[in-house]
């Protein structure tokens, strides 16, 4: 099976609301590889690798987030997969 990787910038109500460790959990239900984390602007940014079906199922995920989170944007940026994950993970600056 091919595998795809998603770049994804997601805005809104988006830290301190466990997002980074649902997105995780999500993507390791899935079994995606990458991984996910805050960033200095408020929003959450992650990597995926994995079947583009899986990923596509991550996004959707993703523009709900989990309870408490309140997407307003979400910027998603398909590439070519680089093969260099091994598992997903929760990654701090």
């Known amino acids: 099976m091919a595998t795809h ?3 994804l910038k997601i805005s809104g109500r988006v830290q301190g609301v466990y997002y980074r460790a ?13 991984w996910v984390m805050n960033c200095a602007d408020g929003s959450v940014e992650a990597i995926a690798e994995g079947e583009k079906s899986k990923l596509e199922q991550f996004i959707a995920w993703c523009q709900h987030g989990p309870d408490g989170a309140r ?16 598992g997903f993970m929760i990654r701090r600056q």
């Open 22 to 34: 649902s997105a995780l959990q999500e993507a390791q239900k899935l079994g995606l590889v990458g």
């Open 5 to 7: 990787r998603v770049h």
């Open 71 to 86: 997407i307003t944007g979400i910027d998603i940026r398909w590439a070519a997969a680089e093969h260099n994950f091994h």
